[in-house]
């Protein structure tokens, strides 16, 4: 496993990390807290301390899951955590407020079943309160020790800046993966000449990149995939082309999966940590094969002409954003 360094955390952080948002079962078509449970002891005993949950994935229930797994292994696991929307009838909303922080923390605290969060992330930027609020209550909590380091999620750099002069600042979480690469332009940049480590958020595409997805691949109930415009015509056929395409290239090159190139392109960009997400053991059984070989310039380039060539109508992520 590589490992990098968070800023406030003593121990060296897996570049893996395992995102557990299907874990919580809302917008993934439901879960199976058992496989969860071993899902995250198998990352675990694979070098993966990272774990990243937030309340609002199944409204408690992820953070739930997370603090029973690891029960009796708190020590192992680097517990990233966020903070700061809410979901009055079910409709997840933004509330950065301190009020809000305070009640949030207690809650994440008690469902994770520990006395501390190792990284504690401010979820969306919320326009309606003051940088000065939101990041002064999170430095209140780091220096009460309930917090190690504090990141942010979705923000751009100018409301980086603005956070940053009122709390310490480790981390920027952000959607990243080879067929979402906006921050390229802006926040990728910024965190090489900050200093902050780069958690890259929708590692697979969903599911996109993991070598998975057909043309008929069914999703049911409320699986998050049934609305995502990048599986709706005419996105899907180009991303599934541009897959295949890829996966040609991951094969002859290397002699690896698409999953495996998939983790190792966002190994190879700086300062990141890739979050897979995963709920099944078996899911994480590729993991050895991101390790042990980069890409060069020239690969780098043939991946980009690749893209082009396949996706003529690209689409972002930005159907998750929550109510502002
Ligand atoms: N800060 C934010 O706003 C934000 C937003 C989104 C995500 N995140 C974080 O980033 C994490 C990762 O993103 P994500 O969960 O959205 O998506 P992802 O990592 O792009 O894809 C996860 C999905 O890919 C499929 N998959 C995983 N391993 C596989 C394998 N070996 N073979 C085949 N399919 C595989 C699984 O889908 P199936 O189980 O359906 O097959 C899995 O649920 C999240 O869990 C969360 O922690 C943060």
Redesign the pocket.
């Known amino acids: 496993m590589e490992t990098t360094r968070i800023a406030g955390i003593e121990r060296p952080v897996s570049r893996i990390?395992?995102?557990?948002?299907?874990?919580g079962g809302w917008m993934?078509?439901g879960t199976d807290d058992e496989a969860s449970i071993r899902t995250i002891r198998k990352a675990l005993d694979a070098g993966i301390n990272l774990i990243?949950?937030?309340p609002v994935?199944g409204f408690g229930h992820?953070e739930e899951v997370v603090g029973r797994a690891l029960d009796g292994r708190r020590d192992q696991a680097v517990i990233?955590t966020?903070v700061a929307l809410e979901w009055p009838d079910g409709k997840p909303q933004r509330n950065a407020s301190a009020a809000r922080i305070r009640q949030e923390i207690e809650d994440s605290l008690r469902r994770l079943r520990t006395d501390h969060i190792d990284l504690y992330?401010v979820?969306?930027p919320d326009e309606r309160v003051p940088a000065e609020e939101t990041a002064g209550e999170l430095a209140r909590l780091h220096r009460d020790g309930k917090i190690l380091s504090i990141g942010v999620?979705?923000y751009d750099p100018a409301q980086m800046e603005d956070f940053r002069r009122f709390a310490p600042l480790a981390v920027v979480?952000?959607?990243y993966?080879l067929f979402e690469r906006a921050i390229d332009a802006d926040v990728l940049p910024y965190a090489r000449d900050t200093g902050l480590t780069v958690?890259?958020?929708?590692?697979?595409?969903?599911?996109?990149?993991?070598?998975?997805?057909r043309a008929d691949t069914a999703?049911t109930g409320d699986?998050?995939?049934r609305s995502d415009p990048k599986f709706q015509p005419p996105h899907y056929a180009q991303y599934l082309a541009a897959a295949r395409a890829l996966q040609g290239f991951a094969a002859q090159r290397f002699g690896k999966s698409l999953?495996a190139l998939a983790i190792r392109w966002i190994l190879d960009q700086g300062p990141t940590i890739?979050?897979?997400?995963?709920?099944?053991p078996?899911?994480?059984?590729?993991i050895d094969a991101a390790f042990g070989w980069h890409l060069s310039a020239q690969d780098l380039a043939a991946i980009d002409r690749l893209l082009a060539e396949n996706i003529t109508d690209p689409v972002g992520?930005e159907f998750?954003?929550p109510t502002p």
């Open positions: 990390g395992l995102g557990t948002w299907a874990i993934w078509g990243d949950t937030a994935y992820s990233a966020k992330q979820h969306w999620s979705n979480q952000s959607p993966n958690l890259a958020y929708g590692a697979l595409c969903r599911g996109l990149l993991s070598g998975r997805m999703f699986d998050l995939r999953l890739a979050l897979w997400g995963a709920r099944r078996d899911q994480l059984d590729g992520p998750m954003a």
